[in-house]
């Protein structure tokens, strides 16, 4: 099924200039980008989009270091986009990512770990619903 998934890179990935290397992967791999844009995430928006992490011991760096400079935040669309491209962030601790997934290859922090991806449907379409309006997306037609 051809899925839509919300990732961005953040603010660590754009200053270690990793972006080009990035979205490469992503073009490499056959996705296509129907949204892109870089910003920086205010306080309140950073807390929405990271709020079932709230209470959490890591919260308050969190959104720190989410908010410290800009991010990039693109569509992935594509069939099973949503968790393929988790699959190709590897997992949140990048010492345990396998080298060859982006986490694997360019983070060794847990917080600082340069990429998110959506981690299932209902959170794509929420995610999406937040970093983008309707006119942003390209359709594709
Ligand atoms: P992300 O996939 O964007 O979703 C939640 C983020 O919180 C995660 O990536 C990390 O940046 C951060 N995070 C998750 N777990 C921890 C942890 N145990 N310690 C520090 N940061 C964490």
Not at 6 to 17: H, M, N, S
Not at 58 to 67: H, M, Q, R
């Amino acid at each position: 099924m051809v899925e839509r998934t919300l990732v961005f890179i953040k603010p660590d990935g754009v200053e270690r200039g990793l972006v080009g290397r990035i979205i490469t992967r992503f073009e490499d791999k056959g996705f296509r980008i129907s949204a892109l844009k870089m910003f920086r995430m205010t306080r309140g928006f950073a807390e929405e989009h990271y709020k079932e992490h709230a209470g959490k011991p890591f919260f308050k760096a969190l959104i720190e270091f989410v908010t410290r400079g800009p991010v990039v935040a693109m569509i992935i669309e594509g069939e099973s986009a949503i968790s393929t491209v988790r699959r190709m962030l590897g997992t949140t601790n990048p010492l345990e990512a396998a080298p060859g997934t982006i986490r694997g290859d360019f983070a060794i922090q847990t917080t600082e770990n340069v990429i998110h991806a959506s981690s299932d449907e209902k959170a794509a379409r929420s995610e999406i619903e937040h970093f983008f309006t309707e006119k942003e997306i390209d359709s594709g037609a």
